[in-house]
């Protein structure tokens, strides 16, 4: 592809603001951004003539369907096509036509999505509303061009069953919280505050042809059985090392797909572990960023297939090689464009950014369970705690300038001094010295503070940001909340703001930790301080439906009672039935290639025996050979066996929370039982012999 100029294909593709400028009456265009900015209801008529303008500009781009496309409790993105073809006129010709009221309404079939109880089969209507704050697009692909509507996807009966709808429902209660403590700060101006989001992208690349020779890739997405290579990431020459040409092509189009929906992909390089790579674009409002983040993840896989590629977004698709997760940058930002997370030079000084730093660490210390659930995942319990990504233990990272203000706080009651950054001298004369931040940064900590916003590092690659952002926009504005209501009963607010500053600062500093987050000392101090350490998936769900979480989504409209237990119910059968599907892909597999492969192996060491002996020489080695294979491949058809009887008895039991906690504790440990001989038998079978790529084969060869 030629090289492209940036500013004239960025957000070629999409329905933006400025298209709408465009295209639309000065009247319609006014009236739609009074919904957008002010969530005042959309009229009908409106609608229509939007609907109007979007179709004939879809057109023109060569779109012949549209599509609601939204993000149902699935994982992934969701769509149903519809032409635009009406029905044929008397003279056979046929109209395009797309209505209001097909812009404002979809209806996909309910029943035949996670619902966790909310829908029985039998009822299926559900319905996909426009979402309006997200611009539509056009993407092109095989299928031609289609016409993108970013919708919120609920049931018949009013209930989310969707990732954007409690998005969009958090996000409006943070606004409220947070302009009413504004006021009463006396900020008279802002009157509306987003959240800002930018969710940055870790994934792997690997060939095509070799991903198609790996069963367990193809069913799962990460490798069950595989021996290590001789190189791993051991001598950190892949990070942010020079990017190899068919990566660098493969990047190129990505950015260019990208750049044309309007996604700002900025940052490119390569990760820590070879063949792993990172893309983070620039920030978003938050629910665009949501929608953008989809939009990558899809991209990768489409531009890789192209390439003969092969994306993964398995948070761990290599056993003992690092792992992806997707860091969630988080802030908060006023209309009038007020980073509310901005400490400024003066930090001590800056008295509401204080209360806003505070405020959060009071949110994430008593809802951290919470916090940890919005990233569980079936592929993050192997990745969460290993040396490469945050352990489970949710704790919050200041840096040593803010820690200091904070301890100034807890100690004196006031805080008259930040730490400042010195200069940075090089020793180098032709290099410039600069000023260097106050603060280091700490890659080991879940929730840490980055210049002005948070870093929430402990989401999974393949997962929506949807989740993490709904708990942190609710669990904030929550706090917000409780401090207004406080200040609104006080005659000194400025007192009370001080007080309250160091009543939090005090009674939250439990989850404030600056150190090594991969030490075990820190866990056993976690332990000591009371902070929750839930490890897996399966511990971290009940957090989701505990009477705290209920009480503070209810308050907030996020999600009801029913919706929560209902996404618990999705989450513990989500589990089961992927551990499940691990499960029976390594039965498949043993079975069927690797014990095949092995037998086959020991008859040429057992007839080389034989042959060598027959001529009279000692064939030692060759029988040493023989006697370990055969020892193995004892054990792994135990190992097998195992793992068939319990896999059927999990099968057979009826979904829930009993199910995936078998699952977790027996059915996986039977997997790993079953592959530590085979991993330590693909180190002795000949590599001509062996079913499927190595390791080596996978990561080093793209």
């Given at each position: 592809?030629?090289?492209v100029n ?6 070629e ?7 709408m400028?465009e295209r639309l009456?000065k009247?319609v265009?006014k009236e739609?951004h009074e919904t957008i ?8 008529m409106?609608?229509?003539v939007?609907?109007?303008?979007m179709k004939?500009?879809a ?6 369907h549209y ?10 993105t969701?769509?149903?096509?519809d032409?635009?073809?009406?029905a044929?006129?008397?003279e056979g010709?046929v109209?395009?036509?797309f209505?209001?009221?097909?812009l404002i309404k979809g ?11 909310l ?5 299926a209507?559900?319905y996909?509303?426009w979402d ?5 697009f056009v993407?092109?692909d ?7 509507i970013p ?5 018949y009966?009013?209930e989310?069953l969707d ?9 409006e209660?943070?606004?409220?919280q947070?302009i ?5 700060l006396?900020n008279?101006?802002?009157?509306k505050a ?16 070799l991903?198609l020779?790996?069963?367990?890739l193809?069913f799962t ?8 290579p001789p190189k791993g990431q051991?001598?950190d020459?892949?990070?942010f090392?020079v990017?190899?040409?068919?990566i ?5 189009d990505?950015n260019?797909e ?12 390569n990760?820590?572990?070879p063949a792993?790579?990172e893309l983070?674009?620039i920030?978003?409002?938050c629910n ?11 991209t990768l896989k489409k531009v890789?297939?192209d390439h003969?590629l092969q994306c993964?977004?398995?948070?761990k698709p ?5 792992g992806?997760?997707k ?5 908060l930002?006023t209309d009038d464009?007020i980073?509310l997370?901005?400490p400024?030079?003066?930090p001590h000084e800056?008295?509401?950014?204080l209360?806003?730093?505070i405020?959060i660490?009071?949110a994430?210390d008593?809802h ?15 990745r ?5 990504a ?5 704790s919050?990272?200041?840096g040593e300038q ?7 706080l807890?100690s004196?009651?006031e805080?008259?001094?930040?730490k400042r950054g010195?200069k940075l001298?090089?020793?180098v004369?032709?290099l410039?010295d600069f000023?260097k931040?106050a ?9 840490a503070?980055?210049?002005?916003k ?5 989401v999974?690659s ?7 952002n ?5 669990i ?6 409780e401090?207004a209501t ?11 703001v001080?007080?309250l500053i ?9 989850i404030?930790f600056?150190g090594?987050?991969y030490?075990?000392?820190w866990i056993?101090?976690?332990?000591r ?16 439906i505990s ?11 996020v999600?009801?009672?029913a919706e929560?237990?209902s ?5 513990y059968?989500?589990y ?9 892909a390594m039965?498949?597999i043993?079975s ?5 492969a092995?037998i086959?192996?020991?008859k ?5 025996v034989?042959s060598?002996?027959t001529?009279?020489v000692?064939a ?6 023989l ?5 193995l491949?004892e ?7 195992v ?5 059927a ?9 009993d199910?995936?906690?078998y ?5 996986s440990k ?7 001989p085979?991993?330590q038998l ?7 012999m062996w079913?499927m ?10």
């Open positions: 592809m030629e090289n940036v500013t004239e294909i960025f957000g593709n999409v329905f933006s603001d400025k298209v400028q009456p009247k265009y739609l900015d002010e969530g005042k209801e959309l009229d009908p409106i609608a229509e939007v609907a109007g303008a004939e500009w057109i023109e781009k060569g779109a012949t599509t609601h496309w939204f993000q149902p409790l699935t994982g992934v969701a769509e149903k096509h032409s635009f073809i009406s044929p006129t008397k010709n109209l395009m036509e209505s209001g009221k097909e209806e996909p079939d309910a029943s035949s999505f996670p619902s966790g109880g829908r029985a089969t039998f009822e209507r559900g996909t509303a309006c704050t997200s611009p539509a993407r092109k095989s299928a031609g061009a289609t016409l993108c919708t919120a996807f609920c049931s009966t009013g989310a990732q954007k709808t409690p998005l969009l429902r958090s996000m209660a943070l606004s409220v947070t009413r403590l504004l006021r009463l006396g008279t101006t802002s009157k987003t959240p800002s989001v930018g969710p940055e992208q870790e994934y792997f690349i690997v060939d095509r042809d991903y020779k790996r069963k367990d193809i997405g990460r490798t069950l059985f595989g021996a290590m051991e001598m020459d892949h990070y090392g990017i190899r040409e068919r660098a092509a493969f990047m190129k990505v260019r990208l750049w044309g929906l309007g996604v700002s992909a900025k940052t490119q390089h990760e820590v572990a792993q790579h983070a674009p920030y978003a409002q665009v960023a949501v929608d953008h983040n989809q939009m990558v993840m899809e890789a297939y003969n993964l977004l398995h948070e290599f056993d003992g090689v690092n992806s997760g860091h969630n940058n988080w802030s930002i464009g980073n997370l901005d400024g030079k003066t800056n008295i509401q950014f209360l806003i730093l405020c660490l009071k994430v008593e951290a369970e919470l916090l940890r659930e919005s990233a569980a995942d079936v592929g993050n319990d192997q969460l705690g290993a040396n490469e945050p352990p489970a233990i949710i919050v990272f200041l803010l820690e200091d203000v904070l301890t100034q807890i004196t009651g805080a008259t001094h930040s010195e001298h090089t020793g004369r032709t410039p000023r931040d603060t280091d940064r700490n890659r080991t900590s879940p929730f503070f980055t210049g002005n948070f870093e929430f590092r402990m999974g393949r997962d929506s940001v949807a989740m993490p709904v708990v942190i926009n609710t904030v504005a929550e706090v917000f909340d401090v406080i200040l609104e009963k006080t005659d000194d607010v400025e007192m009370a001080h007080d160091k009543e939090f600062a005090t009674n939250h500093q439990r404030v600056n090594n987050g030490s075990d000392e056993e101090e976690a332990k301080r009371g902070l929750p350490n839930l490890k897996s998936m399966v511990d971290a769900i009940p957090a989701l009477e705290k979480t209920i009480k503070t989504f209810e308050k907030y409209n999600f009801t009672r929560l237990e996404r618990a119910e999705i989450q059968e989500t089961a039935k992927a551990v499940n599907i691990e499960a029976k039965i498949d043993a069927k290639h690797i014990i095949p092995v086959r192996y020991t040429v060491l057992a007839d080389t034989n060598v002996e001529a009279g000692t030692n080695v060759q029988r040493e050979l006697e370990e294979t055969s020892m491949l054990q792994t058809k135990k190992s097998l066996n793992l068939i009887e319990v896999a008895k999990g099968s057979a039991m009826e979904d829930g929370e199910c995936a906690r699952f977790h504790d027996v059915v039977a997997m790993v039982d079953l592959r530590t085979v991993d693909e180190m002795i079978v000949d590599k001509e079913p790529p190595s390791y080596g084969d996978l990561i080093f060869e793209v």
